[in-house]
């Protein structure tokens, strides 16, 4: 009876317990909704109002839940390494990289050490998904029902294709479970380089000498997948009041401004990753690597990940491995290959955050110096009329006689990174004399015309990057500039549809051109010979130059030469030029009906449904588009693809949200977001901006709380119906 009587007691105790730690996250989480006001203004953009940043946080994070819980979700699934969980086996070896460089213990230390207030603004992320799924029973998670305050240490930089994501979960398999059929092939909807559109940002800023108001703008132009970053405003009595995108799930603004200061990162190629042939051997069941004249361990730790199977979850079992430069991701000739690259979750974290509160150049030049974005370079503006570029910010200091564009010799100890530069010791451009600075994924030596930084200055891995058609077309228009600038021509600046590659590619086809050609060719040449490299909607010569660019490409993958030098460049032939161009018309009389359809009836926008992967169908509404690709030149980028089941080509990836601001005494800002705010198909915010994006009809931005309260929807706390 004694017996029974301690397990009842010991019940209660346990039950009890749970029920007072249930009740103390209710407490906390009522506590900061208390703290919050949420304002949706007219269409439907969340100005969030928290007493405290973690009061912000907390409803900036409810507010993204709202808008897209699935998009947050999946992010967390991708970034802690339980996507298999939801989508199968075929995700199993994405879980296992990022377990290779943090497993959930390692994070949860990477917390605990963390500053106290960084660790209150990751709890104040988790209690705000948390809150979100309490106050919503509808909506039902689908692997993680707890957000736990270590996960953002996962998600530590906002940027489309991260860090981590240059690792081939192919090798990955290939190296830890070399025994089974690779079912994580490294596979791109397009197998040719220069078709997919490009991930990346175009960033100009304009000094006031070339301002209308007198005052520096900046343009803000992600280029990402649509829908990958909604518009928020997130504000604080702490001093936070920062406008802009946030990646789904994310505590800070990743492309924004605040009333001093604005910023757009656009994707590097400074060389931020290496790799490491190590010599592995084995001694009395135990490994080791040869480093110098030493034999150091292998760090080695047991993982286990679980994946979807059917309706069940099975598990498998994987023995990780590390180094001093890093894990093993695969082999190269029978050895084993670690590979090193940025990971400071907790001061990436606080770079990320403390970059929204920055007021002048000095202060964000003193914040990059934390030197943990890895991914990115920055154009920035600021109220004090600053414009300035930095190229890259996390870069490894090297020794110049190995080529660490390819892997080195980890057993050599002058292979190893010796530090990273300092900010003042990198690529960049301050105030130049031009009054304009721009990048677009491009080289940083043609950033401010004839001020640009000097190649031969720098260390070769510090700029690898090229030019590109993006980046001539931003000198060019740049360089016409003959009047000062007002925000709504910097808008049509941004828009401008001249797309430089085809002022090469079509004088090449014209010249090619002989007696010998069909009807239907000579009329489509002659279309191409009139146009004036101008996209449209309604132009067929655009129809005609796109697919034929693809064409040309698949064909002779050269069409880049005309950007950058390339001595290996195919140059083709007359007649394989005709040839290409021949099948090219008749692809589209195929699949169009003719090749005299104009590009707009070709190249649509349309948004189904709000799920990650949602269809298009060739025979539901659609909006014409007149945009194309960056591939082409265009700054206003369109990536549009067929898909299973169409032919006609819908958009997926390119200008998502954009935004150009004017710092003056009184900050200005115009943006436009692709489609719209909200996931809902039935939200009137699902696809109020879709028109407009395409008409360039930049919505005002409501900045200030007297503006916020004029257009003004709906307000209200979280957890309120």
């Known amino acids: 009876m004694r017996i029974f009587f301690v397990f009842y007691v010991l019940l209660f105790f346990i039950l009890g317990t749970e029920e007072v730690l249930s009740q103390t996250d209710l407490d906390r989480w009522k506590t900061h909704a208390s703290r919050v006001e949420i304002i949706r203004d007219d269409f439907g953009i969340p100005h969030v109002y928290g007493e405290r940043d973690a009061d912000a946080i907390f409803g900036l994070l409810y507010a993204q839940c709202e808008d897209d819980f699935r998009r947050v979700e999946r992010n967390y699934l991708w970034a802690v390494g339980r996507l298999a969980e939801l989508e199968g086996e075929k995700e199993l070896f994405s879980d296992l990289r990022a377990k290779l460089y943090m497993t959930p213990d390692e994070a949860k230390a990477a917390y605990q050490g963390a500053p106290s207030w960084l660790q209150e603004l990751c709890r104040a992320f988790a209690d705000g998904i948390n809150y979100y799924l309490h106050t919503h029973p509808e909506v039902v998670p689908q692997v993680i029902t707890r957000y736990e305050p270590w996960m953002p240490l996962y998600f530590f930089e906002g940027s489309i294709g991260g860090d981590i994501e240059r690792i081939s979960v192919a090798g990955l398999q290939q190296f830890y479970q070399p025994s089974s059929p690779v079912i994580t092939p490294d596979q791109s909807t397009f197998s040719v380089p220069g078709l997919e559109e490009p991930q990346g940002s175009n960033g100009i800023a304009i000094a006031p000498q070339r301002s209308e108001s007198g005052a520096a703008m900046l343009l803000i132009n992600p280029h990402t997948s649509f829908y990958f970053r909604p518009e928020v405003h997130v504000v604080s009595q702490e001093g936070l009041n920062v406008y802009g995108a946030v990646t789904w799930g994310q505590f800070f603004v990743y492309q924004g401004f605040n009333e001093k200061t604005g910023w757009i990162h656009t994707s590097t190629f400074v060389d931020t990753i290496d790799e490491f042939v190590e010599e592995v051997i084995e001694k009395n069941g135990e490994l080791y690597y040869r480093y110098g004249k030493d034999e150091l361990p292998v760090e080695t730790k047991q993982v286990t990940l679980s994946y979807k199977d059917g309706e069940g979850i099975k598990e498998k079992n994987f023995s990780i491995y590390r180094t001093k430069h890093g894990p093993i991701t695969h082999q190269m000739q029978g050895k084993w290959v670690a590979t090193r690259m940025n990971w400071d979750p907790v001061q990436a974290l606080v770079q990320s955050f403390l970059r929204t509160k920055q007021s ?285 089941g169409t032919k006609r080509l819908y958009g997926y990836r390119g200008n998502s949200f954009v935004a150009v601001v004017e710092f003056g005494e009184k900050l200005r800002a115009k943006s436009i977001l692709a489609g719209g705010q909200q996931a809902d198909p039935h939200s009137p915010h699902f696809f109020d901006q879709a028109r407009r994006y395409l008409e360039v009809n930049f919505k005002e931005v409501a900045f200030y709380r007297e503006d916020v309260e004029k257009r003004m929807q709906r307000s209200y706390r979280p957890g309120e119906k």
């Open 360 to 644: 002048d150049l000095e202060g964000f030049k003193r914040l990059m110096d934390i030197r943990t974005n890895s991914s990115n370079n920055t154009v920035f503006a600021d109220a004090e009329g600053n414009i300035a570029y930095f190229h890259g910010n996390f870069i490894p200091k090297r020794d110049p006689k190995f080529d660490f564009s390819k892997p080195v010799d980890g057993t050599d100890p002058s292979t190893n990174w010796q530090g990273l530069h300092t900010v003042d010791e990198s690529i960049q451009v301050v105030n130049p004399g031009t009054g304009w600075i721009q990048n677009c994924n491009s080289t940083p030596f043609t950033a401010a015309g004839v001020f640009s930084p000097k190649k031969e200055n720098y260390p070769s891995y510090m700029a690898p990057d090229v030019e590109n058609y993006r980046g001539l077309h931003a000198q060019k228009v740049l360089g016409e500039i003959k009047d000062k600038l007002s925000l709504d021509q910097f808008i049509a600046l941004a828009y401008d549809p001249y797309l430089p590659l085809f002022s090469h590619l079509i004088p090449e086809l014209l010249s090619a051109r002989k007696a010998g050609i069909s009807s239907s060719s000579r009329e489509a040449l002659a279309l191409l010979e009139a146009w004036d490299y101008r996209t449209s909607a309604e132009s067929v010569a655009m129809s005609l130059a796109h697919f034929y660019a693809e064409n040309y490409q698949r064909k002779f993958r050269s069409i880049n030469r005309f950007a950058h030098p390339d001595p290996n460049a195919k140059i083709p032939t007359s007649a394989e030029i005709l040839e290409v161009f021949d099948q090219t018309i008749k692809q589209m009389n195929r699949d169009f009906g003719t090749w005299n359809t104009p590009w707009g009836q070709i190249n649509r926008f349309q948004r189904l449904s709000g799920a990650y992967d949602a269809p298009f169908d060739d025979q539901k509404e659609f909006l014409p588009v007149g945009l194309a690709s960056g591939n082409w030149g265009a700054l206003a980028a369109f990536g549009a693809r067929a898909s299973d």
